[in-house]
């Protein structure tokens, strides 16, 4: 089955630095890439997403990238403010005999510090 | 519209005893999925449905059972709790991957075996 990998596993950064978060993933057949923010004690919200047919995606300050040869994805995080701090799941959809099995990374926790 | 609905927030379970985690969306969505998430951790698949009457497996099914019987609801059962199903469970819902729907999570359910 689809494997996630993530990392790395915290991130420390001063506000106002752009922060990057890798994921790489196993099955070539995954097609969607969503990425979740989770503060402490809640659930998680997803912030951006992308599909295999787009290599890259932006919401002000959120990007996403993605190389399917490789089979990587990425979350960029530019201008970094506190509230920014959480932890970041990215995730990619495995077909399976479904088509509907969301398979997470084990999370980054990201810190912005003032 | 209360989005995806999780109940109870709090148990707190004694090893050998069962329960059940009740989870209803108000979306009409098809697609529903129970995950876990252990402290520090990502989120673990435990089961899906893809529709009423249709159930499938996740990456860590043992220990649990889920029923599909209407598109409203998808209760978990925990049948002989154990301490290693201390954790939080979340209840997500989306209409279809294949139109681009975000994933709805409940607010979760924290358990403790003792």
């Known amino acids: 089955g689809e494997n996630v990998e993530q990392h790395p596993s915290t991130l420390s950064v001063q506000e106002g630095d752009s922060a990057v978060i890798k994921c790489t993933y196993s099955d070539s057949a995954s097609n969607y890439f969503p990425w979740y923010k989770q503060e402490l004690g809640k659930r998680p919200q997803l912030i951006i997403d992308i599909r295999s047919n787009v290599g890259e995606k932006k919401d002000q300050r959120i990007a996403v990238t993605l190389n399917k040869t490789a089979k990587h994805f990425s979350l960029h995080i530019t201008e970094t403010q506190p509230e920014d701090s959480a932890v970041y799941f990215c995730a990619a959809q495995n077909y399976g005999g479904s088509q509907g099995n969301l398979i997470f990374g084990k999370g980054t926790k990201l810190s912005v510090k003032p | 519209n209360a989005g995806v609905t999780q109940t109870p927030k709090f148990r707190i379970l004694k090893i050998g005893q069962s329960m059940t985690l009740q989870c209803a969306q108000d979306?009409?969505?098809?697609?529903m999925y129970w995950y876990r998430q252990d402290p520090g951790m990502g989120l673990k698949l435990i089961y899906y449905s893809v529709g009423a009457g249709i159930t499938d497996k996740g990456e860590v099914p043992n220990g649990y059972n889920v029923s599909r019987s209407t598109t409203e609801d998808f209760p978990l059962r925990l049948e002989l709790a154990a301490p290693s199903q201390t954790s939080v469970y979340f209840c997500?819902?989306?209409?279809?991957?294949?139109?681009?729907?975000?994933?709805?999570f409940g607010e979760g359910s924290w358990l403790t075996v003792v």
């Open positions: 997500a819902s989306t209409d279809s991957f294949l139109s681009g729907n975000t994933i709805y």
């Open positions: 979306m009409n969505h098809n697609y």
